[in-house]
């Protein structure tokens, strides 16, 4: 018993029910915010109902518990069986956005279910494309999610112009205070506290609102308790290749993520893993979850890199932690007052957690950006004209759209027009550029290419 109970991996160590009660809340407080504001953000820029907004967390959080149960199992090669949690990327809910708001959220969510589909098409093929997706591309694409997403929600916090809420002192006082709580908890707060900084924001800035009046969390326990998501909540789906070019594009890149966070987790646990054999499972299993998330009306969920700094710090390999948190993940969605609980909090409290969570973002694609040799000509211009090409349509919305229609009227192709949805999205454009700019200076005509 003793040296079968030795043999035993700590990834595949079955830990006491209140040990894996306790670390697995640890990953979903965490984790909370991601859903939450993944689905504010949605649907403070798309204008969805409340009804809609409540139904669109439950299936949030319940296909990242889905997601978290598969990677922790990893049934059938679906999942690394390492400790991951799942959560909605930052990218792709903008992409979903994007496309959302070029054509329709049918379009939208056929862009989820195809990119889904896509991740298990592509891995016979993906490692041959990694090249092509080095640091500085990816940390220029992050940044201008980072830009795009910050422009966005403080649209929402702001509110629409000309409306009696336009620029309320209230409205944004209550974002600062939700930024201001987020850093003070960061910088003040250690262990696991410190670790849920983002939620403690969040929290505290509805307290505040609460406090003031501006919040009534009453409505919480009215309603049913029990809620289950919808299946295709926004009518039948629309699979339109070119709408969902951003999403399809993106696959690659959350492709080559999955394979350092693969690495990333195992090296952590210390488990010795074959990234042929692994990496694929763990694409599997974000291809799955992201089809089942298309299906409800969420965007791509995708391996969380947070709950890998968590294992690191507590020491707690076991898989079935993870696991644990996939279970919890269920019981949240299907528990209704606490949808209706996270839609009361205003949207300006949601917003001011936004631009920290979605600034974190940025953060994250400059310190890629500067592993770059950036003295290097070719590294300066692939990310001036990323920048180039993907701040316009940022800044100055639609400034491509005119020249599309012209194009199309003057060469006599209609289909021209329809690369509006590429040429107005600053994300798909600057990122494309980045690519095609590095294989222009570092693939064609170099010593590697020859």
């Known amino acids: 018993m003793t040296t079968a109970a030795a043999t035993v991996h700590p990834v595949d160590e ?15 407080l965490v984790m909370a915010a991601s859903p939450i504001t993944s689905v504010f953000l949605v649907a403070g ?30 049934p059938l090669s679906i999942g690394a069986q390492l400790p991951f949690v799942m959560v909605p990327g930052g990218a792709p809910v903008a992409f979903f ?9 049918q379009t939208a969510a056929g862009a989820v279910i195809m990119t889904g589909v896509l991740y298990w098409l592509l891995l016979p093929i993906f490692r041959r494309c990694l090249r092509f997706f080095p640091k500085l591309v990816i940390g220029t694409m992050l940044l201008l999610v980072s830009i ?58 509805a307290l505040v609102s609460a406090i003031f009046g501006l919040t009534h969390f009453g409505a919480a326990l009215e309603g049913p308790i029990v809620s289950l998501p919808r299946i ?80 690191q710090a507590t020491g707690v390999r076991s898989r079935y932690v993870t696991a644990m948190a996939g279970f919890l993940l269920l019981i949240v969605a299907l528990f209704a007052p606490l949808g209706r609980l996270a839609n009361a909090i205003p949207p300006s409290v949601v917003g001011g957690t936004a631009l920290i969570v979605f600034a974190i973002i940025g953060v994250m694609g400059i310190n890629m950006i500067k592993t770059a040799n950036l003295h290097d000509r070719g590294n300066m211009y692939t990310l001036a004209a990323a920048l180039t090409m993907g701040l316009l349509p940022i800044l100055t919305p639609g400034i491509f759209g005119p020249f599309a229609v012209s194009l199309a009227d003057a060469l006599g192709w209609p289909l021209i027009a329809r690369f509006q949805v590429i040429l107005n999205n600053g994300l798909m454009m600057g990122t494309l550029t980045a690519v095609l700019c590095n294989i222009l200076f570092n693939h064609i005509g170099t010593r590697e290419a020859k």
């Open 97 to 105: 956005m994007s496309i959302a708001k070029e054509t329709n959220l």
């Open 232 to 311: 295709f909540p926004f009518g039948v789906p629309t699979f339109d290749i070119l709408a969902s070019l951003p999403l399809l594009i993106f696959c690659i890149i959350s492709m080559t993520e999955a394979t350092g966070q693969t690495v990333a987790i195992a090296d952590v646990v210390g488990k010795e893993i074959d990234p042929a054999v692994d990496v694929p499972k763990t694409i599997r299993g974000d291809g799955l979850a992201s089809i089942l998330g298309g299906m409800l009306g969420t965007s791509l969920i995708i391996t969380s890199g947070e709950n890998i700094g968590i294992v």
């Open 148 to 205: 795009n997403l910050i422009k966005l929600y403080g649209g929402v916090i702001m509110g629409h112009p000309g409306s009696p809420d336009f620029a309320k002192p209230g409205s944004i006082g209550l974002a600062l205070i939700t930024v201001a709580i987020t850093v003070i908890c960061a910088r003040v707060l250690k262990g696991t506290f410190g670790q849920i900084s983002v939620m403690l924001g969040l929290l505290g800035g």
């Open 14 to 28: 079955k830990l006491p029910l209140p040990k894996l009660f306790l670390f697995g809340l640890q990953h979903v």
């Open 45 to 74: 820029a798309l204008g969805l109902s409340e009804e809609l907004t409540v139904n669109l967390i439950s299936a949030t959080f319940l296909i990242c518990g889905i997601g978290s149960l598969l990677q922790s199992y990893g």
